[in-house]
C-alpha cells in the first residue's frame, strides 16, 4: 500500500510492477483544493509538468511523474452522502479499499469493483478501470460530478451531462486537470454469493454468452497450455457478513497459494522459462471448487502480491469466443513461454471520448507476465492480433497509443484534444508519454 515516507524531492519514484522509474525533483502531498490550486499555478509560471501519481499501480507510463510528483494522499475520506439521490461524494485521493466500509454505514455500496483495491478513486476513474458484469460500467460511469482543478489552477465543479466536457472527463487519464472530489452514484448495500469452479476451455466458451446474463458477475481465468479454464460467477443476495473463521481460512489460503506457492512458480518459471506452459497446466488442476458469500467490497477484491505487466484489450462482444479461440489455437502451438493465466470480463458499453468500450458491450481479455520475464515477442503478438479485432487498450495496463495511431481508436481523439486544450493552455500535464498521443498547440 503506498507511503509517504520516501516522498521527498529528488528521490526514486517507481509503479508498482517497477517497470517504469522517475526522480522527480519536487514532490507534493497537498491537504486541501487550495493548496492543489496552488501549486499547479506556480507550474504554469515555471513551465513544468505535474502528474499526480495515485497509488502508482498503473502498468503504462500514464503517472509517470518526469518533473513534479503530486499525491493526493492527504486527500481521502467521505464527504457526503444524499441518501434519497442515492450519492456519495469522496475526496479523489481516497483508496478504493477504504471506500466500501464507508458505504456500508449508511447502508449503501459501490455496483461493482475490481479484483484490486489499492487504487485511488482518482486514478480508477481517470483511466476506465473496470471490474465484470455485462450490465456494469467501469468506475467512470459510477461519476455524477467531477471535482478537478484544471491547469490554470482553477477549481471547476461539473455535473455530469450530454457535453463535451462530461465525454472527455469520463476518461480523461490526468489530462484535463488533477481530480480532487467526485461524487458517485452509489446502490443499497449488497452481498455477494460467490462460486469458483474449473471447466473446460471450450465448454465455457460455447456458454459465455449465456453465462454473462445469467450471473450479475463472471469472470474467468484461462491457463495458457491447458484445456482448463477457472470461472467465477457471482449473485447478489441480502446484505450478510461473511463467518469470521471462514473469511480467515479464505485468506490463508490465498496467501499460502496464490501469491506463496503461485510466487515460487513464477521464480522458477523466470529461470527455466520453457517450463512455463507446463507449469500453468499444473496449477490449472489445483484451482476452483470455492464458495463463499459476504459484502460485495470483500468478496470482489483479491489480495496481488506476486508483480507482473499486464496489457489489456476491450474487444466487441461478439468477437470474444473468436478471440478466446484464436489465444487458445496459439497456446496449442506453444509459442510462448507464459505461465499467468488470462483474464476475461466484461462491462457494458459507456460514454466517453476515451472510454475503451466506445458504446458497446465489451469483452476485457487480459495478458499478464511476470515481473524480470521477457513479456515483448507475447505482448507483440497480442498486440497484433488484438487489432484483428478491434482491441483498445485498457488506459492503466501496457499500450502503443501514439499520436499516428490514437485516431484508429477513438473517432473523437480530437475532440478530446480540443478540451484538453481549453483546460490545461500552458501544457502542465502534458508529459512525453502524451505529447507522443495528442499534438500540443
Not at 321 to 332: G, P
Request: proline share 4%; charged share 20%; aromatic share 14%.
Amino acid at each position: 500500500m503506498f507511503s509517504l515516507n520516501k516522498w521527498k524531492n529528488g528521490q526514486k519514484w517507481k509503479n508498482w510492477s517497477e517497470n517504469y522509474v522517475a526522480y522527480p525533483s519536487m514532490y507534493y502531498a497537498p491537504h486541501t483544493i487550495e493548496e492543489v490550486c496552488k501549486i499547479v499555478k506556480e507550474h504554469v509560471v515555471l513551465k513544468r509538468t505535474i502528474r499526480v501519481t495515485g497509488a502508482a499501480h498503473s502498468f503504462s507510463p500514464i503517472a509517470l511523474p518526469e518533473q513534479s510528483a503530486l499525491s493526493l494522499h492527504n486527500m481521502r475520506g467521505l464527504i457526503a452522502v444524499n441518501k434519497e439521490q442515492q450519492t456519495a461524494t469522496f475526496w479523489a485521493g481516497t483508496y478504493l479499499y477504504e471506500v466500501g466500509s464507508m458505504l456500508a454505514q449508511y447502508g449503501f455500496a459501490l455496483s461493482n469493483m475490481g479484483d484490486i483495491q489499492q487504487q485511488t478513486l482518482a486514478g480508477a476513474i481517470s483511466t476506465g478501470t473496470h471490474g465484470t458484469g455485462i450490465e456494469l460500467g467501469s468506475f467512470s460511469s459510477m461519476v455524477t460530478s467531477w471535482g478537478f482543478v484544471n491547469g490554470e489552477g482553477d477549481y471547476i465543479q461539473h455535473e455530469r451531462g450530454n457535453d463535451a466536457l462530461s465525454e472527455s472527463l469520463h476518461v480523461s487519464v490526468g489530462m484535463l486537470g488533477i481530480l480532487v472530489k467526485v461524487t458517485l452514484k452509489v446502490v443499497p448495500l449488497y452481498s455477494l454469493a460467490y462460486t469458483s469452479e474449473r471447466s473446460n476451455f471450450y465448454s465455457e466458451v460455447s456458454q459465455f454468452q449465456q453465462t454473462i446474463r445469467d450471473y450479475r458477475n463472471a469472470e474467468w481465468f484461462y491457463f495458457p497450455g491447458s484445456d482448463y479454464i477457472q470461472v467465477k460467477k457471482m449473485q447478489s443476495v441480502a446484505p450478510v457478513d461473511q463467518p469470521k473463521l471462514e473469511k480467515f481460512v479464505d485468506q490463508v489460503k490465498i496467501q499460502a497459494l496464490e501469491n506463496g506457492v503461485f510466487y515460487l512458480a513464477s521464480e522458477f518459471c523466470k529461470f527455466v522459462p520453457k517450463a512455463s506452459l507446463k507449469v500453468s497446466k499444473l496449477t490449472s488442476k489445483v484451482v476452483g471448487g470455492e464458495q463463499r458469500t459476504g459484502k460485495s467490497y470483500e468478496i470482489y477484491p483479491s489480495p496481488r502480491h506476486v508483480k507482473f505487466v499486464e496489457t489489456e484489450y476491450a474487444v466487441a462482444l461478439s468477437q470474444a469466443e473468436a478471440c478466446l479461440e484464436e489465444v487458445h489455437a496459439m497456446f496449442n502451438k506453444k509459442k510462448f513461454d507464459v505461465h499467468f493465466p488470462i483474464e476475461i470480463r466484461t462491462t457494458a458499453g459507456e460514454v466517453g471520448y476515451l472510454s475503451p468500450t466506445q458504446g458497446q458491450e465489451s469483452a476485457f481479455i487480459a495478458f499478464h507476465m511476470y515481473k524480470g520475464m521477457n513479456e515483448d515477442p507475447f505482448f507483440d503478438w497480442v498486440h497484433e492480433t488484438m487489432q484483428k479485432y478491434n482491441g483498445r487498450p485498457h488506459w492503466g495496463k501496457m499500450n502503443r497509443y501514439n499520436k499516428d495511431n490514437i485516431d484508429t481508436y477513438y473517432v473523437n481523439a480530437q475532440n478530446f484534444n480540443e478540451i484538453r486544450k481549453q483546460q490545461d493552455p500552458q501544457d502542465v500535464f502534458l508529459t512525453h508519454y502524451f505529447r507522443n498521443i495528442f499534438p500540443r498547440q
